[in-house]
């Protein structure tokens, strides 16, 4: 892959290398990101605010490289957050009109580690409202677009962080996902996205999703995916549930190959989640790619329970809790689609939603005893590409297994890694992703599939300026 010239191209690894070699600096770099911000953000949409310290901070990381003391792993490398984060001195809107415009005073724990380790943090990107769904909209903010077309969508709900890291407005990208909400904008945008072991990164205040939720990274390539998690995977005493504090660099033993390990080739997860014809081809690709590199690569099922009828429960119930929690008088605000899933999912005796979660803890138990025999599972990573970006929500419940998020959900009910990496643009030049997942705290295992994968594929991915889509959007 060609080192780009345009320091808005450029991975945060080949940032910090040239900041060590004062061959370019923090302020230059962050300078050519909002260039770019400025010229393609009016269509593409995806900040939620600014952040007007951003310069200043810049210039201190400067100072800091000058003397040749930076304080951490990320310093002076531009990045965004999603407004379902905290982030001190900025109000958390979660893409919602009903939401308090008041700003945080803390910083989330993910943002506490970014800003630890001196990443710039350039503003908040756009997410759907409270998270909730697949189609980048959101009353508050509008439209968010993918950068590879602007007719298709970017995916969510990290919505702005995807076409944040595709449209390169910075390399590094905090998104969630409760259900697949970095994975799918991640595929959708020709990113890797990093879903890690649920309490890898710690979480405050939890949300309406926190049983299944994690925040993690979105990024253009594996390694600045985990030189992200490794300033964010910190324990923080905020988050009861987050893992004891382990601090490492996730790059170590990312180049080690997959040659020797058994990967499975998973196409049921309790159901057959649909897949068309071209996400087939990604498929096999990526199973060719990392049989190549010695890989046992054969088909498996892991004998799932029917995870579209629990994951409905898990989700139906929190969007319930947030449509009963929104003042009647802020009701009609919400997204129509809120209430339609509250409706016919809010009526849920205790009884079923507690049988909802054992069930979800058997399919944490199926998956323990495939990974005795699996070190890696693969799979498709969305049904299709970006679909349409105006297109109108409808049926909801049922579009969420079938058209948004049917390959993802499934590892949120059994909370391990799982990483969607770009394997290869359709006939209509958009990304198509794959997913690779390890067993539960395997995170390393994860991050060495998708780097072979990445490796293999080696392809224009991920800068969508090449594609002469943004530029003929603009004339």
């Known amino acids: 892959m060609n080192t780009p010239t345009d320091p808005a191209q450029m991975t945060a690894e080949q940032l910090l290398a040239?900041?060590?070699?004062?061959?370019?600096?923090?302020?230059?770099?962050?300078?050519?990101?909002?260039?770019?911000?400025?010229?393609?953000?009016?269509?593409?949409?995806?900040?939620?605010?600014?952040?007007?310290?951003?310069?200043?901070?810049?210039?201190?990381?400067?100072?800091?490289?000058?003397?040749?003391?930076?304080?951490?792993?990320?310093?002076?490398?531009?990045?965004?957050?999603?407004?379902?984060?905290?982030?001190?001195?900025?109000?958390?809107?979660?893409?919602?009109?009903?939401?308090?415009a008041t700003p945080a005073t803390e910083n989330a724990p993910a943002v506490v580690g970014l800003l630890a380790e001196g990443a710039v943090i350039i503003g908040k990107t756009t997410t759907t409202e409270f998270g909730w769904k697949t189609p980048s909209d959101c009353p508050l903010h509008g439209v968010t677009r993918n950068p590879w077309n602007p007719q298709r969508s970017a995916g969510g709900s990290s919505s702005g962080a995807g076409a944040a890291g595709a449209a390169c407005f910075g390399?590094?990208?905090?998104?969630?996902?409760a259900g697949g909400s970095i994975r799918i904008p991640a595929a959708y945008c020709g990113l890797v996205g990093v879903k890690p072991s649920y309490g890898r990164?710690?979480?405050?205040?939890?949300?309406?999703?926190?049983?299944?939720?994690?925040a993690g990274p979105m990024t253009r390539s594996v390694g600045d995916a985990a030189l992200m998690m490794s300033a964010m995977a910190r324990h923080d005493l905020r988050d009861p549930v987050s893992l004891p504090d382990d601090p490492r660099d996730w790059r170590l033993g990312m180049d080690q190959g997959v040659a020797?390990?058994?990967v499975a080739v998973v196409r049921r997860l309790g159901f057959e989640p649909p897949l068309d014809e071209e996400g087939e081809a990604a498929l096999q690709v990526a199973a060719k790619l990392l049989s190549e590199q010695g890989a046992i690569v054969e088909e498996a099922d892991p004998e799932l329970p029917d995870t579209r009828a629990i994951f409905s429960r898990v989700w139906g119930v929190a969007i319930a809790r947030i449509w009963n929690s929104?003042?009647?008088?802020?009701?009609?605000?919400?997204?129509?689609?809120?209430?339609?899933?509250?409706?016919?999912?809010?009526?849920?005796?205790?009884?079923?939603?507690?049988?909802?979660?054992?069930?979800?803890?058997?399919?944490?138990?199926?998956?323990?005893?495939?990974?005795?025999?699996?070190?890696?599972?693969?799979?498709?990573?969305?049904?299709?590409?970006?679909?349409?970006a105006d297109a109108p929500t409808i049926k909801p419940v049922e579009a969420l297994w079938r058209d948004w998020a049917p390959w993802t959900f499934a590892f949120n009910l059994t909370?391990?890694?799982?990483?969607?990496?770009?394997?290869?643009?359709?006939?209509?030049?958009m990304p198509r992703g794959v997913q690779v997942a390890a067993a539960l705290y395997r995170d390393d295992l994860a991050f060495r599939a998708?780097?072979?994968?990445?490796?293999?594929?080696?392809?224009?991915?991920?800068?969508?300026?090449?594609?002469?889509?943004?530029?003929?959007?603009l004339n």
């Open 18 to 100: 040239l900041y060590a070699a004062r061959a370019l600096s923090p302020v230059e770099a962050l300078k050519a990101v909002m260039e770019r911000v400025a010229r393609y953000n009016p269509w593409v949409n995806a900040f939620a605010a600014m952040n007007p310290q951003a310069l200043r901070q810049a210039g201190e990381s400067e100072a800091r490289w000058a003397a040749g003391r930076p304080i951490g792993l990320l310093d002076g490398v531009p990045c965004t957050v999603k407004d379902l984060l905290n982030m001190a001195g900025f109000p958390t809107r979660r893409g919602s009109l009903t939401t308090d």
């Open 415 to 429: 909370r391990q890694p799982a990483i969607a990496v770009p394997i290869g643009l359709d006939e209509a030049g």
């Open 326 to 388: 929104t003042a009647q008088d802020k009701r009609g605000q919400l997204d129509s689609g809120i209430e339609e899933v509250a409706r016919r999912m809010g009526d849920m005796s205790a009884a079923d939603f507690l049988g909802a979660d054992m069930l979800r803890v058997e399919c944490g138990h199926a998956m323990a005893r495939f990974h005795q025999r699996y070190d890696l599972i693969l799979t498709a990573a969305t049904p299709t590409a970006a679909f349409d």
């Open 201 to 214: 990164i710690p979480q405050w205040p939890h949300g309406a999703f926190s049983g299944v939720a994690c």
């Open 171 to 177: 390399p590094l990208h905090i998104g969630t996902d």
């Open 260 to 262: 020797g390990l058994r």
């Open 450 to 473: 998708a780097r072979a994968l990445e490796r293999a594929a080696s392809l224009p991915l991920a800068n969508p300026a090449e594609t002469g889509q943004m530029r003929a959007k």
